[in-house]
């Protein structure tokens, strides 16, 4: 069966198991037709017995209380269908002894025992004997003269030699004609496999054919909307998104490059400012101390990209712990109040008590240091900031909200926020030291948890950013 599979593609086996269910199907509707066709013909032929066995008894009359056939010869029983050939009579008394037999009739054997079944007033007996290689369908019926007590019984024989030749020819005309009936299935079934395959062949050579510079091709299937559509549009939809990928993580190797470039820039300016010349010790100690800050911005956006670039594939629940979200949110405002000194921070909270959810502390941690940090650094020297927790039973979460009266985002600004480099005001970022990555790693945070953000904003009304992540992690 292997080496069946390995030699035919899938079409040719398509096409074949269609020519087999279609045999199987032909075959047995053929026998059924066969079974059906030989039924009816010997209806008819049992029916034309019958009337026949009428003709003879009105044929017959009493002499001396004997039974005689009037003008047999002169009427004589003639088929009475293209499926029957001439009659033959036979009367029997009741012992089973002949009285009369026309010449020809079979010699069909005498069972005493179905005699016997038959009552006075019984219907026909239809029986089915081979003689040799010749059939017969004979009816016995029982037959009571009239004004006499006698018990007779009427015999009426024809052979079915008529009908087994109208059957053999059925057969022979189905054995004949089959081979072009496959013959035309195989090519129907090949066809439709072509037809049905299409859009799985166009799969294939769109797949061959998919390489970074060539992801806008698409199959655009305009077929109908079965399982092969579903399945065209699916693999449309994952080009979509692979190209989107690949547009995300082209242009977020540019903006890293370009990050990264800047202070680099920055550093070698300096370093052949300060070796331009010959300087004193102090010279060179100011010059570094003027270098380390750009080496520190360096690392921080080092750190920065590879936590972004392994949130995607990292496995919290080894690492997961019971977290009282009211104390972890607590420890991150005492933070950033510490890193901004110049700034009058008040803090408004309205915790739940007791709300605990399961998580990595330091992810989490980093997720809402994020979050006060964009909320206090674009704001004015006095920060307000409200904070709620509460635990949504329905959501099974926790939901954070942090609000602030900072400067606002543009509506407009809001749905690229989570974009790794993306910044609202890029002179202002860059004046903070900002790289425009704190909302993507956050997002990246949250949703490595099973959670999400949204950020709601207005320019000059301040940013709300609303936190929901779940109270266990899944498995």
Known sequence: MSKFHRSFSFRYRLTLWYIAVFSISLLAYQTFSYFELKANLISQMDAGLLSAMDQTIQNLDVENGNLALQNVEKTPIKPLSETQTALRIRILDADGNVIYSASGFPAIPIHQSALHALGDHSKPI??????????????TAVLIIAGTQTKNFLQIANSLSNIDKELSSFIVRFLVGLPFILLIAAAGGLFLANTALKPIVEMKNLAEHVREDRLSDRLHYQGPSDEFGSLAATFDSMLDRLEASFAREKRFSADAAHELKTPLTALKGKLEVALSRPRTAKEYEEALTN?????????????????????????????????????????????????????????????????????????????????????????????????????????????????????????????????????????????????????????????????????????????????????????
């Open 126 to 139: 239809y029986q089915t004997i081979q003689l040799g290689t010749e059939h017969y369908r004979v009816v």
């Open 291 to 475: 270098m380390k800050g750009d080496v520190e911005r360096l690392i921080s956006l080092s750190a920065d990209l590879l936590l972004l670039s392994r949130m995607g594939n990292v496995a919290l629940s080894s690492r997961a712990e019971k977290i009282d979200v009211g104390e972890l949110l607590d420890s991150c405002v005492d933070q950033i109040i510490t890193a901004f000194p110049d700034k009058h921070v008040t803090v408004k909270r309205n915790y739940e008590h007791h709300v605990e959810i399961e998580g990595v502390r330091d992810y989490l941690v980093r997720l809402f240091l994020n979050i006060l940090d964009n909320a206090v650094k674009f704001s004015n020297t006095e920060v307000m900031l409200s904070i709620s927790i509460k635990q949504v039973q329905a959501r099974k979460a926790a939901v954070i909200e942090i609000s602030d009266n900072g400067h606002g985002i543009p509506k407009s600004e809001i749905p690229f926020l989570f974009q790794p480099f993306y910044r609202v005001e890029s002179d202002r970022s860059r004046l903070h030291g900002g790289a425009g990555l704190g909302l993507a790693i956050a997002h990246e945070i949250a949703e490595a948890h099973g959670g999400q953000i949204e950020i709601s904003s207005a320019v000059g009304e301040g940013t709300r950013a609303t936190v929901a992540l779940p109270l266990s992690l899944k498995q």
